[in-house]
């Protein structure tokens, strides 16, 4: 087999891993971070996240001939 990568196929993924209050949100595809609360800086001065970035590359493999491409995730 003969496993290739193309750039088109490459996916990240986004999550919060550490969310104090659940504070803030953010979209798995585009990784934009938003608000799901308001901030009051009177009470709580700063915060603390953690976002993971996770990039799920497919693969595709071909067979000897290159007749039946199969898909991994």
Known sequence: MNPYFSGNDRHIMYSLTSNPNGVFR???QSGLLQLSKTLDRETT???TITIQAVDKVRV???????VS?????
């Open 69 to 73: 491409p199969k898909e991994h995730f």
């Open 45 to 47: 001065p700063s915060y």
């Open 26 to 28: 953010i979209d798995g």
């Open 60 to 66: 595709i493999c071909l067979d000897q001939l290159n």
